[in-house]
Each structure stands twice: as C-alpha cells, then as structure tokens.
C-alpha cells in the first residue's frame, strides 16, 4: 500500500468526504450484504490471535496517542434517522496504518493477516437514499454495523497487544530499575572504595617520603652499629678470656668460702650457746636484783626508817625552751641526785659552781615510765595483804608532778595510771591469787580531803554543812584511828574502786595559780581497809593502805595568790610545816609529837610514829627557776629518809 501524502489531512471537509477508503471492500463486504446475517452476533470469520500477530512497530505504537497526534476523534453513533457517523477518517488510517505497516509488512504477510484487517476504515455512503427506501437504510445501516465490528474487533486486538507489550514492557522496567539501582550501590561503593585506596595511596606515598628521608640516618647508624658490633666482638674476646679467669679465680674463693661457711657455723653454735648462757645470767640478774630490793626493803624495815623515792618530772611542751643543767644524774648510781649552783664568791672577785648531793633509796629521772616507778613499791603494797599497814604519800612543791605520780593524767590509759589505780589493781589481783590458798579478803574504801583544816568526804557529792568530821580512836586498847560520818564504802571489784576514785577526783578542790593551772588546793587521801580471814589455818589479818597526794607547798611572791587562793596558800604551807616539825621530832627521838597540831599529821599518825611501812615520794620541777624550791624540798626529804619510826609489826591473828 502507498503512503499518503500527511499533507492530505489538511484539505478542505468537503474534499475529504468525497474520499473513500481503499481497504473498504476488502474488510467482508459480502457479509455486509447478506440479509441473513443475524444482527446480534455476526457470522463472519474473527479474526485469530494466533493467525494475527501484529508488527512490532504497531505493537509498540499507542492508537490514541495516534489518534490524537492525526487529529481524529471518534464520533458516537447518532440514533436519529439511523445515520452511523465515519468514527475515523479514511485517510488517516490509511497514514497510519501505511506508517506501521511500511517495516511490518513482510511479517505480518508471512503469518496470513488479511490485507482488509490492516486498514479497515467504514465507507461512507456514497449516495444518499431517499426517505422511502428504508430497506436500503437498514442494509446500509447493517453494512456500517459489520464495519464498525471489524473494526472493534482490530482495535480489540490491537488493545490486548498493547497490554501485552505494555507488561512486558513494565517487567523489563522494573528489572532494569532494580539492575540500575544494584549498578548504583555497587558504583557508590566502587567509588567509596577508590577514594579509600586514594586515600591509603597517599598515606602510603607520604610514609614512603618520609622513609626516605630517614632512610639515611638508619643507613647511617646501621654502620655505626656494625662498627660497634665488631668493636663488640673484640671486646666479648677479652671479656672470655677474663672471664675464664675469673671463674679460676672464684672457685679458689668459693673453697675459702666453703672453710669460712664452716668457721661460721662452728661460730654460731658457740654464739648460741653464749647467748643461752646470757639468757640464765640475765634471769640471775634479774633475780639477783629482786633478791636485793627484797633485801633492801627488809634491811629498811628493820631500820625502821620511812623509805624515800625522788622522781623529777619531764619538761613539758611550753617549756622546751629551758634546760636541766642545773640537775645532775649518775649514770652507774640511781640513788643520787645532784643539785648545781653558779654563785659569786664572797669577795665578787669569782664565780665558782656549788653542788648539792642527795642520796634517796631510789631516784627516778624525767624519762622514768609510771610502770617503772610502781614495780619500785609494789613489794611495799604487797605487804598490805599480809597484814602490815602501809602509806605512801607524795612530797612537793606546786606542779612538781605529785598528782600524776598518785592518780595520773585525766584520761588514763594503761601507761599513764598512778600509783592509787596501779596499787588497787594489784591487791585485787593478788587477793584472787591467795583464794587458792585458802584466804577471803574484805575490802572496805574511803576517800577524803583536808580542804583549809576542814575535812570533807569526796565521795559525797553534796556536802552536808551540819555533818562534823572527827578524827577519833576506835577504842582505848586499838590506836586506829577514824573519821566520824565518813563514808565507808564495801568494794567487790577493781571497777567499783575506779569509780569512787573518780568521783572523788572530781569533788577534789582545785584551782588555777600563777604557777600551776591546774593546782591541787587540799590534801587527799585514801584508804583502803583490808580485812582477811583463813578459816582451814585459823587466821585473820588487819590492815590499812593509805595514799596520800599532798597539796604543793608554794610561794606567795610566786604564785601571787590574793583573797580564798591566799587562804588556801597558808593552810597548805602551815599544815606542811607541821608536816616537818613532826619528822624533826621523830628524827630527834622527842617525847612530845605534836601531831594533833594540824588534821594532817593527825591523820597520819599511825603511819608516821605507829606500826606501818611508810614510803614518800619526793617531786622535783625540772625549771632551774624553782631551784630553791626542789633544794628545800630535797632537804626536807633527806630529813625524812633518816627519821627512824621503827620496825612494823604484822597484825595478824591466830583464831582460837
């Protein structure tokens, strides 16, 4: 079929109706006209799917995009006076149809495709019937039905297709969609992976420049080191040699050493065996030296002299700044005590030192321990068991140290107890010792003070004024003596004496001086009445432990105490000049004692001159500023250590 021209399509309408369509009589004109054909379903042959196979030009074109791109529409058919309306022009399928066909037509020949199919517009009416002949109407009418049929059917086909090729179309598509995005991804990581290895590239360039700067240095020092190594070489030659040497050399000196290991262990069982021999000549030592204070204390109370221990009290941290020269110790006698004095000469020409001795049973320095001074006495309060009356009390100017020797610090600890807290322990422990051997002991205490020649009970915590304390004989055949209303209290344990001896260190007066600020202002004492009994031997014992802390002597120029301080002052100073007007009547064996003069030497007067161990601790301040005090303190105790009160007796008793 030829082509026609597209310039056609722009002809007058009158042009164009005139026209007819080539193809006409080849779509099944000779069933148009028969009259038999049945209107609802035509007897032509339909067109096979398998006979007809459209070209892939045409399966590939869209009919209304051609349609529209032709400028055809397809008209409805009208129902007035029976006309059937040209749906497409003639020469617009004859375009299109030659267009598609052009590249199609052997194929579409081959298969068996009727020409008539390929281009099967209506004709149109080529005259026009009068309003009689309505047969020839309807045959027209019938004969356009048939067109139109052919046509559907064509376009039918066309459309299935068209799906067809459109799904196909659709499937390759989606697949080739997936297989760009796929291609995508694996160029993205192609990409990321080249600018990795760029990168790395140039990492690896920059290290291999800077390689090649250090290439020569190591170049460099890899001749230093062969030259080194050679070096080396010679020198590990040598270090053979000398080596071999000196493995000669030790094996001569590990058969020395293996002779001197020998010598060595000859030498160590003859220092373990000195040792052992030090051991039993230090415990002969030791026993030799209790041996000798048993001895001593023995030879004392035979004497009849009252024993004295001196003891000079450490410096303390606001006085670091002074020293201890004016006091002497010797290091090979612990019984003497030197005071040193720089004086002018009568003239003034000179100065010349003067020295003061002084010889006591004991004498302690600043860095004695509490424990080393009580092991001094504890034979003295052991006795206290074995039914002798014993008192000990402490001698001494204000802040010498006297109640720290007596009681201890304010917060004891098992270093700093006094003598009272270390005697306690010590009967008690002892008293529970003795209970295997058949002894029952009964404690009794009592705890005072003599406060401005008043006696005052410090185990009471509220002072009664109408009670009347009296120091009187318990009967005409006894010479002990007591305190009227005192309290007497029973103890049991150690525990229930530390409390009393708390509670009457906190009713003790005190008071701050000039010269201590802590200043004891009476003088305390407590007893402890010890009361034993041996049922299987027929035995009872008797006897009293008194210890006394003495109120300081001071001087009032130096404490510069006015008004109730005053008061105190004088009755401590007077109650302790009676104090050494009774040992000057012992020591001078007088008729008269007065020792009713003052409550103090009353009190004391059955340790003092009766049947009882005495002992006195005499204080000394370290501060070369009191050196007349610790010179007048020291003379007075050297007074005393010669006073002869005789020899104690034991108070016990055989029950009949």
């Known amino acids: 079929m030829d082509n026609v021209d597209v310039r056609e399509e722009f002809q007058p309408q009158g042009k164009k109706r005139r026209l007819q369509d080539d193809n006409t009589e080849n779509i099944n004109v000779a069933a148009v006209n028969n009259k038999s054909m049945s209107l609802q379903r035509s007897r032509l042959p339909q067109p096979s799917l398998r006979r007809i196979q459209m070209p892939p030009a045409v399966a590939s074109t869209n009919p209304a995009g051609a349609v529209k791109k032709a400028g055809c529409s397809i008209v409805p058919l009208g129902s007035s006076r029976g006309r059937l309306a040209q749906s497409i022009p003639s020469r617009m399928m004859k375009i299109r149809v030659a267009a598609v066909a052009k590249d199609a037509a052997p194929s579409t020949a081959a298969k068996g495709v009727p020409q008539s199919v390929k281009c099967a517009p209506s004709a149109a009416v080529a005259k ?121 050399q030790l094996d001569h000196t590990q058969q020395q050493l293996d002779q001197k290991a020998a010598c ?163 009967i008690f422990v002892t008293a529970r010792r003795l209970e295997t051997m058949g002894w029952l002991y009964k404690f009794t205490a009592s705890f005072l003070e003599i406060y401005n020649e008043n006696i005052r009970d410090l185990l009471v915590t509220k002072a009664q004024k109408a009670v009347v304390y009296e120091i009187k004989q318990r009967s005409n055949k006894s010479e002990e003596l007591y305190v009227t209303n005192l309290k007497y209290v029973t103890v049991g344990t150690v525990e229930e004496v530390n409390k009393l001896i708390a509670t009457a260190k906190s009713n003790r007066s005190v008071a701050k001086t000039a010269v201590n600020h802590k200043s004891s202002r009476s003088h305390s004492v407590f007893q402890l009445q010890i009361d034993g009994s041996n049922t299987a031997k027929g035995l009872t014992c008797r006897s009293t432990l008194c210890l006394v802390d003495l109120a300081g002597s001071e001087r009032l120029d130096k404490s510069c105490s006015t008004g109730e301080r005053l008061r105190e002052a004088q009755a401590i100073n007077t109650s302790l000049s009676w104090l050494g007007l009774v040992i000057q009547s012992l020591s001078n064996k007088e008729a008269h004692i007065p020792y009713r003069n003052s409550k103090l030497t009353h009190l004391l007067q059955n340790s003092l001159g009766g049947n009882s161990k005495t002992l006195m601790f005499v204080n000394v301040s370290p501060l070369e500023e009191d050196f007349h005090e610790s010179l007048n303190t020291l003379r007075f105790a050297s007074q005393v250590n010669e006073c002869t009160i005789g020899t104690a007796q034991m108070n016990r008793k055989r029950v009949l």
């Open 264 to 426: 060595v262990d000859e030498q160590h069982k003859l220092i373990g065996s000195l040792e052992e021999q030090l051991q039993h000549m230090e415990q002969a030592l030791t026993n030799a030296e209790q041996e000798r204070r048993r001895l001593h204390n023995v030879v004392q109370e035979l004497k009849g002299n009252i024993r004295v221990i001196c003891r000079v009290r450490p410096l303390l941290d606001g006085e670091r700044h002074n020293d201890m020269m004016h006091i002497q110790f010797l290091p090979s006698d612990e019984k003497v005590i030197t005071l040193t004095k720089e004086q002018e000469s009568r003239t003034g020409n000179n100065r010349k030192d003067v020295k003061h001795d002084f010889s006591f049973d004991h004498v302690f320095q600043p860095v004695a321990k509490q424990e080393e001074v009580f092991e001094d006495i504890s034979q003295l309060v052991q006795s206290a068991l074995d039914g002798y009356n014993v008192c000990i009390f402490a001698y001494g100017q204000t802040g010498s140290g006297k109640t720290y020797t007596m009681e201890g610090p304010d917060e004891l600890t098992c270093d700093t107890k006094g003598m009272i807290p270390r005697a306690v322990d010590q």
């Open 128 to 248: 026009r019937r009068p309003a009689w002949d309505v047969k020839g109407k309807l045959d027209d009418t019938k004969k356009q039905l048939s067109d139109c049929t052919g046509k559907l059917q064509v376009a039918e086909l066309q459309r299935k297709q068209f799906q067809q090729s459109s799904d196909v179309l659709g499937k390759s598509l989606s697949h080739a969609t997936s297989r760009v995005k796929e291609l995508e991804d694996k160029l993205r990581t192609a990409e990321s992976q080249l600018q990795s290895r760029e990168s790395e590239l140039g990492q690896l360039r920059h290290d291999n420049t800077a390689l090649q700067k250090v290439l020569p240095l190591r170049e460099a020092e890899i001749s230093s080191l062969t030259t080194e190594v050679q070096e080396l070489s010679t020198t590990l030659k040598d270090t053979k040699s000398t080596l071999v040497y000196a493995q000669q």
